[in-house]
Nanobody, 116 residues
Framework: QVQLVESGGGLVQPGGSLRLSCAAS????????MRWFRQAPGKQREMVAT????????NYAGDVKGRFTISRDDAKNTVYLQMNSLKPEDTAVYYC?????????WGQGTQVTVSS
């Protein structure tokens, strides 16, 4: 079965940094596009970043571009999200995502809280 497991969330001060990890199993990881989403209470889930198979292409939401960096290590079946210059509005549960023709797959989420 496909499993996505996020880690690395926590409490950080505004302006700080955090690196999230998502470990995948049950798929041939190197063949899959991977995405990070986030959802804050009372708000819609939004796409944060995408990285293509092979890592040759990335895409970011406008409000995180220049601050966040998505990367992947196919040897470790892991996708990362490096978050710098964090703002209180970045507070959310962050989810790892990939998909097949038949189903979307989501991790359990990891909480990121940006607060003084």
């Amino acid at each position: 079965q496909v499993q996505l497991v996020e880690s690395g969330g926590g409490l950080v001060q505004p302006g700080g940094s955090l690196r999230l990890s998502c470990a995948a199993s049950g798929i041939t990881f190197r063949l899959y596009t991977m995405r990070w989403f986030r959802q804050a209470p009372g708000k819609q889930r939004e796409m944060v970043a995408t990285i293509t198979s092979g890592g040759g292409g990335t895409n970011y939401a406008g409000d995180v571009k220049g601050r966040f960096t998505i990367s992947r290590d196919d040897a470790k079946n892991t996708v990362y999200l490096q978050m710098n210059s964090l703002k209180p509005e970045d507070t959310a549960v962050y989810y790892c995502n990939t998909w097949t023709q038949s189903q979307n797959y989501w991790g359990q989420g990891t909480q990121v809280t940006v607060s003084s």
